[in-house]
């Protein structure tokens, strides 16, 4: 695997589309250079929630957060580019949006921590992880930009 294609799992969580910032987040990822792969609309299913945080399971805010992300449509992606993992993770800012430095997508656009916007993986690793559970593997669509001379 290139550099270029490493990839990492966002979710829009519920309040980011009932706020309609849909749009405003997908235009940073897109504007910084990264490549849009894989794009849905879900319901989650309490499964796949708990499925997904299940690192959280135990803690105080875990059904919380599962309800909250089961609680309406997120908006599911993949987005691939150098370095994106790491990357997607200084863009989405800290996970409270009280100390997320302004600049970050939770630093400008929301504040409260049980109301972030946002997911993003924190590893590679919770990337391939999140991807197989989210995404079907005829769901991701690698694609080649007429040019990628002015980003790479
Ligand atoms: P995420 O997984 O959603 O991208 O967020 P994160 O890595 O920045 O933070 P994480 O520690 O994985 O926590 C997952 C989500 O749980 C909620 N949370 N609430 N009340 C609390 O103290 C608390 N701590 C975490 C947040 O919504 C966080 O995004
Ligand atoms: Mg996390």
């Known amino acids: 695997m290139s550099a270029q294609q490493e990839r990492t799992f966002i979710a829009l969580k519920p309040d980011a ?5 849909v749009g405003e987040v997908i235009r940073r990822f897109e504007a910084k250079g990264f490549k849009l792969v894989g794009l849905k609309l879900v319901k989650p299913s309490v499964e796949t929630a708990e499925e997904h ?8 805010f875990y059904k919380g957060l599962v309800d909250f992300i089961t609680s309406g449509p997120v908006v599911a992606m993949v987005w691939q580019g150098k370095g994106v993992v790491a990357s997607a ?8 949006p009280l100390t997320s430095e302004p600049g ?3 630093g400008d656009l929301a504040v409260d921590v049980g109301r972030n916007v946002i ?6 690793d919770s990337a391939q992880r999140e991807i197989s559970l989210w995404f079907k593997e005829g ?3 690698d694609w080649t930009p007429v040019s990628n001379a002015w980003v790479y």
């Not at 945080?53 to 105080?60: N, P, R, T």
């Not at 993770?89 to 409270?96: F, M």
């Open 119 to 124: 997911h993003g993986s924190d590893s590679t």
């Open 53 to 60: 945080y299940a690192e959280h399971k135990g803690k105080g």
């Open 17 to 21: 589309v009932q706020r309609n910032l």
């Open 89 to 96: 993770r200084k863009l989405i800012g800290a996970t409270n």
């Open 139 to 141: 769901e991701i669509a």
């Open 104 to 106: 970050t997508i939770r």
